[in-house]
């Protein structure tokens, strides 16, 4: 289902590695483990997945479909002056959408800051995920909320899609750039090793390293 | 206006559980008993401004009303993308507080000065600036900030003039005579005394975004002075839109944007920048000459 929106929405557009590499974890995280429908999308208590990486998109846009966030037919026109997808995604266009990402390193501090947000306010069994790509992690920001994360003890699932795409490599691996986080690794495209590796709840932050 | 800040923000967070407050060291140590009695809405994240800007966002986004603080250049020069996308592009807002201004932390040095504070939020939208010139202005502004989800910038500084005026939000006329000259916040005590003995009309602002501009329409008669404590000409673009149509001459008088590469405090750096009341009487009387 999901497989055949995705060349719906990549039709007419470039075939990127961005697009695809998504596609499992995205899919793993929808029609297993968030506790959100089209129905809860404006509920206090649902859980959060952020998109910290908000290039190639069509993998995102293609699960939201297929689970009834959007119409089908806003696949076929992405980027579009009348279409709400753009080649990032934009929350205040799409619903279920959390937050409006494309440039990158800004979706772990707003993880962090809305697992706070929701804590304060005694939601204590919603999860906060946040998907990042490993060329991302260039970008300092991220290393702030990293440290910060660790340093609080706080229980934020950060996914780490890991296509050894950043330009100078992170020698000795992601999981030691995640000091104090409990960590799994994972072939990205393995439904049953992600649906495992997300369902980790603990006293600290959680990294899923998902290789594809 | 930092003590003001503290006490008043302290027992906002006592009143109302909607606040948090996300702070990067500075000022830290003052807020201990807030953080203790609030552990789950008060963060100290370090020193990481990106980060405090990302927290203000995400906190944002659960419907809490968060305050971010610190030296105005790390608040809003550093962390300026975190402002536009993490606060602006998700169309939530927070209340900023910085101290420092333009040259508080003259002995510092360049780098702990934000001269251009109000520019950079110039160039997005819905952001309300508030720049109080007396500490007895900051707390009705602090307040009246959490009653809504809206952007909102206090910029505090050392420098304050002698009284308070609560009401000055929009323009507020103290001296009425010919030419408008406005005074942004600290602004005043200088103006006063550097106008003293001139016909001219003096107005007061704590608030100048959104600038009053109906306000500025009433007030201008063919000429106007601007006097801001911040990179001169920030007010040129708003003061322009609000006179159109309406003849006039504008002077925009403010800090300069050569880095003055000296040490000393606020009062000197009032005089380099020609903002001390000699040389804005020099720079007003040969404009209205």
Partial sequence: MHMKLLSRVTADVKHTPSAHSTLDVLWVLYDRVLRITPETVDAPDRDRFLLSKGHGPAAYYAVLAAKGFIPEEWLDDMGGWNSPLGHHPDRVLIPGVEIGTGSLGHGLGLAVGTALGLRAQGFLDTRTFVLLGDAELDEGSNHEAIAYAAAIRLPITAIVIDNRSATHGWPGGIPVRFPNWSVSVVNGRDHDQIERALRVVSDRPHLVVASV | ?289
């Fill in chain 2, 1 to 289: 206006m930092r003590e003001t800040f503290i006490d008043t923000t302290t027992a906002i967070l006592d009143e109302d559980p909607r606040t948090a407050l996300v702070v990067a060291d500075i000022s830290a140590a003052s807020f201990t008993a807030a953080r203790r009695r609030h552990p789950d809405r008060v963060f100290n994240v370090g020193i990481r401004e990106q980060l405090m800007a990302g927290v203000g966002g995400g906190l944002a986004l659960t419907g809490m009303r968060p305050y971010l603080h610190s030296y105005a250049p790390f608040l809003i020069d550093r962390a300026y993308e975190q402002i536009k996308l993490d606060l602006g592009h998700q169309e939530t807002g927070a209340v900023l507080v910085s101290i420092g201004a333009s040259y508080d932390a003259a002995a510092e040095g360049y780098t702990h000065q934000s001269p251009g504070d109000v520019a950079l939020l110039d160039t997005l939208d819905g952001w309300t600036v508030h720049v109080p010139g007396h500490r007895d202005e900051v707390a009705a502004l602090l307040r009246a900030a959490a009653r809504h989800d809206d952007r909102v910038y206090v910029r505090l500084s050392t420098q304050e003039n002698a009284h308070a005026y609560p009401d000055a939000g929009g323009l507020r006329v103290l001296r009425r005579g010919g030419p408008l000259v406005v005074a942004v916040g600290p602004m005043l005590d200088p103006v006063l005394e550097a106008t003293l003995g001139m016909d001219v009309t003096v107005a007061y602002t704590n608030t100048p975004r959104p600038l009053d501009t109906d306000g500025l329409r009433a007030l201008v008669e063919g000429e106007v002075v601007v006097v801001e404590p911040y990179l001169a000409g920030t007010s040129a673009h708003p003061v322009g839109q609000a006179l159109n149509g309406l003849p006039h001459r504008a002077l925009h008088l403010g800090v300069g944007r050569a880095e003055v590469r000296r040490y000393g405090d606020w009062r000197d750096h009032a005089r380099a920048h020609g903002l001390d009341p000699a040389g804005l009487r020099r720079s007003i009387s040969g404009f209205l000459l």
